[in-house]
């Protein structure tokens, strides 16, 4: 059963990856040139998703967008882990001490705005787009990260291994990068694919209220805003983006579930 | 009967009136709310929407074909070179605080309107005039510099209703007017409530009271009106749902045209639209079929220079800038951007501007020109555009009637700057002859035409969605207004 969730996850990532990165080289149809002619029709066998009220076709918006999603996620969630996890490893190794209280204390600070509006306040304060709103999420990602790794460094820090290495004559900033990150990496991984389904979300979030990717590149947040005026005569329109946001989130979800179990030694026993 | 005449002037079913229901109320929905409430000082139209003609008044009124009609003032005579023109003011008028209406009020506006420290948003309305003086309580004389054959249809617009100096120093929050509606309140972000004045001096309304609601939301606008909590919407902006209700018998669907001039706005000023041929070539590249069919759902009549199509002087000038992208690729070759270039699209929120734009952007790529496309909120657009000139391109409505001069200002947002249309402005403001009037207007229209200044799109058509018992509702705007006084819902 746990098993069957992984695959499910992998396979609707891989799905949605595979998506974006084939819109790279190949679409259906050319999401540039508008057909109004051919505007909102249903799906059919050469849109199979659709046309939306510019007549271009769902499914290769839906292609592009999928990468638009992705690139903002995925680089939202490298700006809170390289950032993230540099300050928990840092915090747990002077535990107590005042770099461990100012970069805690700065997680609280960041962890208390509500996320989604502080990304709505970045963008509109400096402007609406893909690369500002990356800027806005990954900032959420920060702490999130920081707290994970602070945590679970903590632990590792009390263990022999440790004390031996210490004993052996290793500072701690080594230590750090040579014994406790590796242990961190199962635990990162996870976290990193909760939080790029969190990002994908909040892209979508910031699209929708027109603060994220800017036309004419294609997003599926834009994709909903768009059809939502159209919802009575055109439901496909935003049935297909929004399928889209909740296929990969789901996904990624499962496939951060499923890597736990897989990766975590004591679940796995447990399941056996 | 005089409540006849008063409908058939309102643009009403007249004979439908007698089963007229005097009394009740009325909701009225529209997408912009006022910043405040003195149409004599901002430029917002989104006052005149809800006070114009309601509220306020001015001498002369538009009717619903844009025609000049009397207001305020009775009747008028003017001199034999057109210079001075004597008003005669209805007698026994009142502003809604009860003071009356006299030949001093009307200095006071017009002084007012055309003083230097004046906010008025039209301060060319009053440029002509050289004095303004009360010959006693209801007779006013109006000096002009020279004839001006506008003036009449100048003191009609909202920018020029007459205010009271009583009651001018709150009138951001309580408007006073002398209109067949009172102001009652204003909820902010909400809505704006009028009542019938029942000491008003002509045709009573027949609406007890009339609320109008804000709501700028597309969605929430056509769930509005399906769920029947407005009456009706002037303006509605979603095109894309009127078949809907066009098919719904509870509801009656309205298409009027505008004085709105949608146009491809080019900052004049700003390399590399400061060359002609550039401008000629974005002209050619635009498929005005396409932005009207993809962004308005077909609604709009295509424009070829900066004058509405239904005015009796209009030039149809569209061969001009016809859709020839290969033109536009030569054109752009022989200026010297062979290669193209990048040029930020600013966009303010209506659908007009944020899907024509998208169309607009698909065009021009396809020449060779990137767009760096901006959506804008209303306050931003002011502020970075259209005061701050910050911009490349831009698609805006230019709903004001009769607004050709605006290309005789230098400082104007488009930048434009032409010594020969100044001077056939000039010539237009002291021509009165209306041969001569049509001739001049021609070689205005055709100048910024064929000088590219902007990209001309479409005249903006206003669809009013409304309850299918409701009568007497403008269905052209003429100017922006929400005339509520001659509407009755009937039986």
């Given amino acids: 059963m746990r098993r069957a969730g992984l695959i499910l996850g992998l396979f609707l990532t891989l799905l949605f990856t595979g998506a974006a990165v084939l819109s790279l080289v190949w679409v259906p149809q050319d999401i540039e040139a508008l057909r109004i002619a051919e505007r909102m029709q249903g799906p059919s066998a050469a849109h199979p998703l659709g046309t939306d009220h510019f007549g271009r076709d769902i499914l290769s918006m839906v292609m592009v967008g999928a990468r638009t999603s992705i690139a903002v996620a995925l680089v939202a969630v490298g700006i809170g882990m390289g950032v993230g996890v540099p300050l928990g490893l840092a915090a747990a190794a002077r535990r107590g001490g005042w770099l461990d209280e100012i970069i805690m204390r700065g997680n609280d600070l960041i962890f208390a705005f509500p996320s989604l509006l502080i990304a709505i306040l970045i963008t509109a304060v400096f402007g609406a787009g893909a690369v500002n709103a990356i800027i806005a999420i990954g900032i959420f990602n920060i702490p999130v990260f920081a707290r994970l790794t602070r945590g679970a460094a903590l632990s590792l820090w009390t263990r022999d291994f440790i004390l031996a290495a210490r004993v052996a004559g290793k500072g701690r900033a080594r230590i750090s990068a040579e014994h406790i990150l590796p242990n961190l990496a199962n635990l990162l991984i996870v976290q990193g694919t909760i939080q790029f389904s969190l990002g994908i979300l909040a892209e979508a979030g910031l699209s929708y209220v027109g603060l994220g990717a800017q036309p004419p590149l294609p997003s599926w947040g834009r994709m909903l805003a768009d059809s939502q005026t159209m919802m009575a005569i055109a439901p496909h329109m935003a049935l297909f983006p929004g399928l889209a946001i909740l296929l990969t989130v789901l996904g990624l979800n499962l496939l951060g579930d499923g890597l736990r179990d897989w990766l975590d030694p004591r679940l796995r026993r447990a399941a056996r | ?491």
């Fill in chain 2, 1 to 491: 009967m005089k409540r006849l005449t008063a409908c058939a002037l309102a643009g009403a079913m007249s004979v439908a009136g007698w089963a007229a229901q005097a009394g009740s109320d009325l909701v009225v929905g529209l997408q912009l709310e006022p910043p405040h409430l003195d149409p004599t000082s901002a430029a917002a139209g989104a006052i005149d929407q809800v006070l114009y003609a309601n509220v306020f008044e001015g001498l002369t009124r538009f009717g619903p074909d844009g025609t000049v009609h009397p207001g305020l003032a009775e009747s008028w005579e003017i001199s034999g070179d057109g210079t001075v023109y004597t008003f005669r003011l209805r007698p026994g008028v009142t502003f809604h605080d009860g003071t009356a209406l006299d030949a001093a009020d009307v200095v006071f506006t017009l002084d007012r309107a055309r003083d230097d420290m004046s906010q008025n948003a039209q301060k060319a309305l009053f440029e002509g005039i050289e004095t303004v003086e009360a010959l006693d309580d209801l007779t006013v004389r109006v000096t002009l510099r020279g004839p001006d054959g506008n003036f009449l249809f100048n003191m009609a617009w909202g920018d020029a209703v007459i205010v009271a100096p009583e009651s001018i120093g709150n009138i951001k929050q309580a408007p006073v007017g002398t209109g067949a509606f009172v102001f009652d309140d204003w909820v902010q972000g909400d809505r704006i409530t009028l009542t019938r004045n029942p000491e008003y001096w002509g045709t009573p309304a027949w609406l007890d009271r009339a609320t109008f609601r804000f709501i700028s939301d597309p969605t929430a606008a056509f769930a509005a009106v399906m769920a029947e909590d407005v009456d009706a919407f002037p303006g509605f902006p979603a095109p894309e749902n009127l078949p809907q209700f066009e098919a719904d018998p509870r509801f009656q669907v309205l298409v009027g045209t505008t004085e709105g001039e949608t146009i491809l706005s080019m900052n004049n000023a700003r390399p590399p639209l400061n060359d002609k041929m550039v401008r000629r070539a974005i002209a050619h590249a635009i498929d005005r079929r396409a932005v009207i069919e993809g962004a308005m759902f077909g609604l709009g009549t295509p424009i070829g220079t900066h004058f509405a199509p239904h005015h009796p002087d209009y030039v149809d000038l569209t061969h001009l800038s016809s859709y020839d992208p290969e033109l536009s690729r030569q054109l752009l070759d022989e200026a010297g951007y062979g290669d193209g270039f990048t040029v930020a699209l600013k966009l303010p929120p209506p659908s007009y501007a944020r899907r024509g734009g998208e169309i607009i952007a698909a065009q021009l790529r396809s020449v060779g020109i990137e767009t760096e496309i901006t959506n804008l909120e209303w306050a931003q657009w002011l502020e970075e555009v259209f005061r701050g000139k910050d911009y490349g391109l831009t698609i805006v409505s230019h709903t004001e009637p009769f607004d050709i001069g605006i290309y005789a200002r230098p400082d104007y947002y488009f930048q434009y700057d032409s010594a020969e249309f100044q001077t056939l402005h000039a010539a237009l403001a002291e021509q009165t002859n209306p041969k001569k009037r049509a001739r001049l207007l021609e070689r205005m229209q055709t100048r910024i035409a064929e000088d590219y200044v902007n990209g001309y799109l479409f005249q903006l058509a206003i669809p009013t969605v409304a309850n299918a018992r409701l009568r007497g509702l403008w269905v052209n705007a003429p100017t922006q207004a929400t005339d509520l006084t001659g509407v009755y819902w009937e039986e």
